[in-house]
């Protein structure tokens, strides 16, 4: 019913940049949250950043001052901006919205996406 393809992920040296990408598709009547969350190996999945409909960020205290996520609503997009990468920023990085619709009887419903590998090297 509802899609979430991640885009931009790669392989970096330390101190680059990489931009992912989400869009959302399918069956959606309404998007309230969506953010970016990352596994390492060995690691559990961890939020880095999230948007609210309205704009409102939180980003984790790791990434600060070096990661800016953003939103178009009118494109069920969300990107990430990740500056300054270093080696510990290395994980797949899962893309999350919590969609309502006609199926959910417009409940929210929490959709992932396939995960994109970053990978920063020393």
């Known amino acids: 019913q509802v899609q979430l393809v991640e885009s931009g992920g790669g392989l970096v040296q330390a101190g680059g940049s990489l931009r992912l990408s989400c869009v959302a598709s399918?069956?959606?009547?309404?998007?309230?949250?969506m953010g970016w969350y990352r596994q390492a190996p060995g690691k559990q999945r961890e939020l880095v950043a999230a948007v609210t409909r309205g704009g409102d960020l939180n980003y984790s205290d790791s990434v600060k001052g070096r990661f800016t996520i953003s939103r178009d609503n009118l494109k069920n997009t969300i990107y990430l901006q990740m500056n300054s990468l270093r080696p510990e920023d290395t994980a797949v990085y899962y893309c999350?919205?919590?969609?309502?619709?006609?199926?959910?009887?417009?409940?929210?419903?929490?959709?992932w996406g396939q995960g994109t590998q970053v990978s920063v090297s020393s």
């Open positions: 399918g069956m959606i009547f309404d998007i309230k949250d």
């Open positions: 999350h919205a919590q969609v309502s619709n006609y199926y959910s009887d417009y409940a929210y419903i929490e959709y």
